[in-house]
Nanobody, 125 residues
Framework: QVQLVESGGGLVQAGGSLRLSCAASGRTSGSNAMGWFRQAPGKERDFVAAINWSGVSTYYADSVKSRFTISRDNAKNTVYLQMTSLKPEDTAVYYC??????????????????WGQGTQVTVSS
């Protein structure tokens, strides 16, 4: 089992920045691909970004490309999501997710076996 704990959410004005962190514990091997997803009220949980185990390959939803950056520090078992130029439509609960036994990041939530409890990000206009 892998436990994931997100932190760093909060309230920010449009145009501002936030950095989310996701700390992994348990049966982590450093070879798990990781992802960030978000869910706004009444909407599906959508893909935001993913990163492979080495951090070399990253993937982004079109809506956040050039504004968000995903990174990881395997020595700390932590994945980050740096969010800049935030917009009100970025408001959502952000979830960290980990794949099991795979080092390839994907945009499909069905591919992720472990999920955090989520952290709220609210962007005011």
């Amino acid at each position: 089992q892998v436990q994931l704990v997100e932190s760093g959410g909060g309230l920010v004005q449009a145009g501002g920045s936030l950095r989310l962190s996701c700390a992994a514990s348990g049966r982590t091997s450093g070879s798990n691909a990781m992802g960030w997803f978000r869910q706004a009220p009444g909407k599906e949980r959508d893909f935001v970004a993913a990163i492979n185990w080495s951090g070399v390959s990253t993937y982004y939803a079109d809506s956040v490309k050039s504004r968000f950056t995903i990174s990881r520090d395997n020595a700390k078992n932590t994945v980050y999501l740096q969010m800049t130029s935030l917009k009100p439509e970025d408001t959502a609960v952000y979830y960290c997710a980990a794949r099991a036994y795979s080092n390839a990041g994907t945009r499909y939530k069905e591919d992720y076996a472990y999920w955090g409890q989520g952290t709220q990000v609210t962007v005011s206009s």
